[in-house]
Each structure stands twice: as structure tokens, then as C-alpha cells.
């Protein structure tokens, strides 16, 4: 309910002062229990869509890399992917079902959702509890300790609560939000950006008036990961960029909302019913794997990725299809076949293609 929601930021607010807006995040999307992800299901009334709902090739080619990591760790008997934020299960059903065509791959193939939102969790349980036990829930990065294969995650980081700067024209300030009479709303106080040499580098790009955010839980996970992983990968799938253009490409910053599919500006607005989002710091998220050890590769486009696992031969097939039906009279497939290819080419158009993905690992 936005009213309790409201009521909870407004009585943190009068007992602490304006809130940093990862503290106000941590309160409208996970505070239980009207947070957004507490008491929004991911499914078919979605605010958001992802590759992985999109269409199931984006899971068919996500599992084809996960084998080319199973072989390059030298095809364990078990083989784990822990799979952070899974959301609705379908990257998971996608994958487990290309994984079955490989039948020593999928022999050694695991799926651990790690989903702290209880809901979504069961959500998860209930569509793909039938595969048995080689599939598990866990609440946190470190229930998966010891992990040989692969800790992914698709569209999550930039869910993690983040503050937001806004450069003045006599130095660094911070968006606090507060309480007026009727409703929220943003406040700027002075920050010492020496405090955080994290600050100091957007100062040197942008200009007076321009606004950046730091995600501030993304160190971390990436410590949980690091730690979690015995041997194998991460894979981080998500938009974003990295320094500097991640801020000079948008000096107003990158926070958005969605609800029911619509892009707004407004984060409290239809609290608990809107989610939040930001560009996620790809530099930032190298330097935190780096730190604990793992090797990282630079970003690519999840346009250029998925054309080296292959995508362009399925948008050929699909165009046979489409073609083949058309010259059958079997309308219906040939516009069937016509739709699932224009999902499938936009994983790579403007937009999604444009998202980055970041692979990193320990041997
Ligand atoms: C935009 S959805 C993406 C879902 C899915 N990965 C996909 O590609 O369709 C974000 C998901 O991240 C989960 N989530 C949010 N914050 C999280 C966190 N700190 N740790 C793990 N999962 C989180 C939410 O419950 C939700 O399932």
C-alpha cells in the first residue's frame, strides 16, 4: 500500500532527517512488506520486461556460453549456476532446456536461484520445482560458497539502492529526500566529495547542474561473489556503461522508474507500485572484481556477445521458417515465425544490444 510505504519513509525521516536516496530506495522497493519487489511478482502484469522474458533464445545462448565455461573449467562433474535476482525462472527454463540437448552437460548442470524476496522465490519453486533437485533457492551469495560454474546475473545491479550527486556551482551536493506537508520530495546538502575518492572522478567531467549516482551495495556484492566462487565465472548482464562516458553520455544521470511498462521520472510517485533503476557502473563493478582476485575482461555489447554465440544463424532460421510457412499457405506460422524473429533481432537493436555484459573468473 503506498500510504503505509509513505508513512514508514516519512517516520524514518522525522527520526533520522532527510534520507539518502539508497536508504529511501532500500524502503520503497524492499521494505517489508509493501516494498516493490516484496509485494510485486514478476509476471505477466510486468512493470519491466528483460531479454530473458523476451524470448527464450536469449536463455538458449546464455546456456550455450555457460557450456563453453563448463568445458573451459575442464567439465566438472557439477557444474552450478547461481543465479542472482532470476526473476520469473525464465532464463532458467530456457537454459536448463537447451542444456538437455547436451547430455553431459546437462548431467552436470545445477541452477541455484539466490532470490531474497521470499514471493518471487516461490514463484520461482513453483515453475521449476518439477526438475527435482538440481534445482535450489538461496536467500544470499553466501549460501553459494564453494561454487564451481557460474554466479549469474541479468538486469539486477541496477536495482541495488544508489545515492545521487549533483555537481553545484561551489562544490559536490547530495539529493536528500524529505518530507513536506502533503507528500516527498528532494532536498541538496553540501557533501565533501574528498570524503570518497569514488566522488572525485565524475568532478573532473561534468559540469555544474549535472547529476551522477553511485550504486552503493555493488562493492559488496561483488566481494560475495568473489568469495562465493571456488572456481569459474561471473557473468553480468545489465545497461550501464563505464567511465567516463557512463556520465558524460547523460549529465542529468540515469535514474528512471517503470511501472506498468511506462518510463517515468517521478520515484515517489506510486511508491511500492514503481520501480527504480539506474545505469550500472561497469568500471566500478571491473575495479570490485579485480580487488578480490578474479580476472576481468573488458565489457562488451550484448549486441557483439550474443553474435559470437551465434545469434545471427537463428535469425536466418527463423526467417526460413517465417518464409517457408508463407510459400505453405500456413499464415498464422509465417507471422508467428516473423514475430519471435523481430523479438529475437531486438536482443541486438538499439536498446538491449546496447546493454553490456561483463565476464570475469577464477581458474
Ligand atoms: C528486473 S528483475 C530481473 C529478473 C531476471 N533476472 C530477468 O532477467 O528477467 C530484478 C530481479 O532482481 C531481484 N533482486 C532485486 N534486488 C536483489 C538483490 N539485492 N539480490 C538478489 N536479487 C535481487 C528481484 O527480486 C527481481 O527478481
Known amino acids: 500500500m503506498p500510504g503505509e510505504l509513505l508513512h514508514l519513509v516519512r517516520q524514518r ?28 511478482v ?17 536463455g538458449r545462448l546464455v546456456c550455450l556460453r555457460l557450456q563453453q565455461m563448463w568445458t573451459e573449467l575442464g567439465s566438472p562433474n557439477e557444474f552450478t549456476v547461481g543465479e542472482v535476482g532470476g526473476g520469473t ?4 527454463l530456457a537454459a536448463i532446456e537447451a542444456a538437455a540437448e547436451e547430455p553431459d552437460f546437462a548431467k552436470a548442470l545445477r541452477w541455484t536461484f539466490v532470490e531474497p524476496m521470499p514471493a518471487v522465490a516461490g514463484l520461482q519453486a513453483s515453475r521449476l520445482g518439477h526438475l527435482g533437485d538440481s534445482i535450489r533457492c538461496v536467500d544470499g551469495l553466501e549460501d ?12 539486477v545491479l541496477d536495482n541495488f539502492p544508489f545515492r545521487i550527486f549533483e555537481i553545484g556551482e561551489h562544490g559536490l551536493l547530495e539529493v536528500r529526500v524529505e518530507a513536506s506537508r502533503r507528500d516527498l520530495q528532494e532536498t541538496l546538502v553540501p557533501v565533501d566529495a574528498q570524503s570518497d575518492p569514488a566522488l572525485l572522478t565524475p568532478l573532473e ?16 556484492w561483488a566481494e560475495g561473489a568473489a568469495a562465493a566462487l571456488e572456481s569459474g565465472y561471473v557473468l553480468v548482464i545489465d545497461y550501464g556503461g563505464v567511465e567516463p562516458s557512463l556520465w558524460t553520455d547523460r549529465p542529468a544521470g540515469s535514474m528512471v522508474t517503470y511501472r506498468r511498462g511506462r518510463l517515468g521520472l517521478d520515484p515517489f510517485e506510486q511508491m511500492g507500485n514503481t520501480d527504480i533503476t ?22 562488451a ?12 544463424r537463428i535469425v536466418d532460421e527463423l526467417r526460413r521458417q517465417e518464409a517457408e510457412a508463407r510459400d505453405d499457405g ?21 536498446g538491449l544490444g546496447d546493454y553490456l555484459v561483463l565476464e570475469a573468473g577464477r581458474s
Open 205 to 220: 567531467h561534468l559540469e555544474a547542474g549535472d547529476r551522477f549516482e553511485v550504486h552503493t551495495g555493488i562493492q559488496t
Open 144 to 155: 553459494l560458497s564453494g561454487l564451481t560454474g557460474t554466479i549469474l546475473a541479468n538486469e
Open 330 to 350: 500456413r499464415h498464422p506460422d509465417s507471422l508467428s515465425a516473423m514475430a519471435e524473429r523481430s523479438r529475437v533481432q531486438s536482443l541486438t537493436g538499439t
Open 13 to 40: 525521516i522525522r527520526v533520522h532527517g532527510p534520507l539518502r536516496f539508497d536508504d529511501f530506495m532500500s524502503l520503497a522497493l524492499y521494505s517489508d512488506p509493501h516494498g516493490y519487489y516484496r509485494a510485486h
Open 301 to 312: 555489447s550484448q549486441r557483439e556477445w550474443l553474435k559470437d554465440l551465434g545469434i545471427g
Open 89 to 92: 525462472g525464465d532464463m532458467a
Open 278 to 299: 539506474s545505469h550500472v557502473n561497469f568500471s566500478e563493478l571491473d575495479r570490485s572484481l579485480r580487488a578480490p582476485g578474479l580476472k576481468v575482461r573488458a565489457p
Open 42 to 58: 514478476p509476471g505477466a502484469d510486468a512493470d519491466y520486461h528483460t531479454s530473458a522474458t523476451l524470448t527464450p533464445w536469449f
